[in-house]
C-alpha cells in the first residue's frame, strides 16, 4: 500500500514559467514533509520541507504548499530553469516509533529551454 | 567533510554471488539507512540502523543483511545474488534526535549500481 503518491510520472515546462509537482499522503499521522531532488548518477539532496503545523514554506524559488484535510501537498517552482530538470521525490517523515521517511515514486521533471 | 560515501559505484555480480556494499559517513549521524532504487519506482528502505548496535528491516529487507559495529559504517550484505537485485542502492544517514525539525534531513550518499546476471 503506497502511503505516500506521486501520480505523475514526469512534468514538462517551458523555461520562466511555474512547475506544479503535486503528492498525496494517506497517513493523517506524518507530521512532516520534505521535497527530494535527485540528478542522474547522483544520490537524492533535499531542497525543502514543511512541518504539519503550518501551510506554506518557500525557500527563494521554491514554495511547498501543504493542505491537511486534502493530505496533499504541491511543490511550486518559479520561474523555472533547466537546471531544475531532475526527478523530485517527495517523502513524509513517520516521527514517530519508526523514525523513517516514506518516499512517493517521483516526478521526472523536464524544463525546455 | 566527506558526507556519506558508498563503494563502490558499480558492480556486475553472477547470480550466486556474495558482495559487500560499503557506507561511511563522517558527521556523526546516529542513523542509517539504506534503500534500493528499481527503474520508476520510489526509494524502498532495505534496512536501517538508530545507532551502533541496533539495527531493524525496513520494507524489503529479504535477500541481504547489515551490520552496525561502529557509528560511522554501515555495510549491506547480499550472500547469494539473485537478478531480482539488480538496483541503484542508496545509502543515508541523519542525525536523529528527540525534537527539532532540522534533525530530520536525511543525506544521502551517491548510489551504487549493481546488476545481477
Known amino acids: 500500500d503506497q502511503q505516500v503518491k506521486q501520480n505523475s510520472p514526469s512534468l514538462s515546462v517551458q523555461e520562466g514559467r511555474i512547475s506544479i509537482l503535486n503528492c498525496d499522503y494517506t497517513?493523517?499521522?506524518?507530521?512532516?514533509f520534505l521535497w527530494y531532488k535527485k540528478y542522474p548518477a547522483e544520490g537524492p539532496t533535499f531542497l525543502i520541507s514543511?512541518?504539519?503545523?503550518?501551510d506554506k514554506n518557500e525557500d527563494g524559488r521554491f514554495t511547498v504548499f501543504l493542505n491537511k484535510s486534502a493530505k496533499h501537498l504541491s511543490l511550486h517552482i518559479v520561474p523555472s530553469q533547466p537546471g531544475d530538470s531532475a526527478v523530485y521525490f517527495c517523502?513524509?517523515?513517520?516521527?514517530?516509533?519508526?523514525?523513517?521517511?516514506?518516499f512517493g515514486t517521483g516526478t521526472l521533471l523536464a524544463v525546455q529551454p | 567533510n566527506a558526507g556519506v560515501t558508498q563503494t563502490p559505484k558499480f558492480r556486475i555480480l553472477k547470480i550466486g554471488q556474495s558482495m559487500t556494499l560499503q557506507c561511511a559517513q563522517d558527521?556523526?549521524?546516529?542513523?542509517m539507512y539504506w534503500y534500493r532504487q528499481d527503474p520508476g519506482m520510489g526509494l524502498k528502505l532495505i534496512y536501517y540502523?538508530?545507532?551502533?548496535?541496533?539495527?531493524d528491516k525496513g520494507e524489503v529487507p529479504n535477500g541481504y543483511n547489515v551490520s552496525r559495529s561502529t557509528t560511522e559504517d554501515f555495510p549491506l550484505r547480499l550472500e547469494l545474488a539473485a537478478p531480482s537485485q539488480t538496483s541503484v542502492y542508496f545509502c543515508?544517514?541523519?542525525?536523529?534526535?528527540?525534537?527539532?525539525?532540522?534533525?530530520?534531513?536525511?543525506?544521502f550518499g551517491p548510489g551504487t549500481r549493481l546488476t545481477v546476471l
Open positions: 543515508a544517514s541523519r542525525l536523529g534526535g528527540l525534537a527539532g525539525w532540522s534533525y530530520n534531513e536525511q543525506f
Open positions: 497517513n493523517s499521522m506524518f507530521d512532516y
Open positions: 514543511i512541518s504539519s503545523i503550518k
Open positions: 517523502a513524509a517523515f513517520d516521527g514517530g516509533a519508526t523514525n523513517k521517511l516514506i
Open positions: 558527521m556523526n549521524h546516529n542513523y
Open positions: 540502523s538508530v545507532g551502533a548496535g541496533i539495527t
